[in-house]
């Protein structure tokens, strides 16, 4: 984003007066009046609310509730991730974009973020419903340093733990459904898809999707899904906004990936499993075969541990719980 809108954001929200004169904006970005007013127009176009006061000034009164790339870059206080970030109107998938950015040598931390995808996908080629400017909708380009290849799908759990940590400020009762999705009353929330390209036994890029639904009123979800799905709209019962939540998630996704990185899967081990959902219920699960098992938690790898009638303990590294 444009350093000069960023600063005149600054301005306007953080002057000592409530009010800051244009002259003032002007002589502080060392611009003229009506350069100002253009980046003032600019702004109220992507949803901010400047009231002018005359002999006064100009003052923030809101900012805007939609994506906006202003907002966002304006809000991240993430060191690394998300530092170069790209907004889209409309993409298939930002999995779709961040590969081709990836393939093309787009660096570590950065995030393509997009308020509507018309070809969202999930795991096991799943359909993922993006509407627009309803939910976050986003991929993170992730290039770690010295993982095997066989570890990258712990970033999918260590994500899980972030976006979990991070709901529960808001006193929801979040849970985690190995390996990918984040659940609320029983009800699918968000669901995390990581993609690597990996040569040998080194990985070249990871691409980690995230998609939440927000602001989704029940008519808004899937039709099909209604009864398994939910938002954070319906959940929390109080609309979010969409900068705010991505810019904070951001910031707890990096500190759990650096603790990851520095520390290793152990430290999040504990994490996620006091977040996982039917931890020591019976479920069925489906490996080749549908089966009853009992969710025991996951492994030093991440493989979720599950033991079966026989009392056998199974460490399942790809399965689906069914219910
Ligand atoms: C799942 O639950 O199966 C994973 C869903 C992941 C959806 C996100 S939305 C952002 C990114 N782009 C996609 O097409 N998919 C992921």
Redesign the pocket.
Known sequence: MEGTRKRLIDLLSNHQQPYISGQQLSDELNISRSAVWKHMNALKKEGYQIEGVTNKGYRIVSSPNDLSETALSWDLKTDWLGQRLIYKEQVT???IVAHDLARDGAEHGTVIVARE?TK????MR?Y?E?KDGLGL???SILRPTGIEPKRASQLTLVAAVAIADYLSKYNLDVKIKWP??LFINGKKLA???TEMQAEQDAVEYIVL???INMNHDQQDLFESERNKATSLLLEAKQPFNLNTVLTELLFELEVKFDLFMSEGFSTIKGQWESYAYKLGEWVSVKTQTEWDAKICGIDEDGALMVMNQNHQVHHLYSAEILW
């Open positions: 998938s930002t999995q995808q969202g996908r999930g795991r799943r993922w993006s909708w986003f991929s990918n999705d669901g995390i898809l999707g995230i998609g």
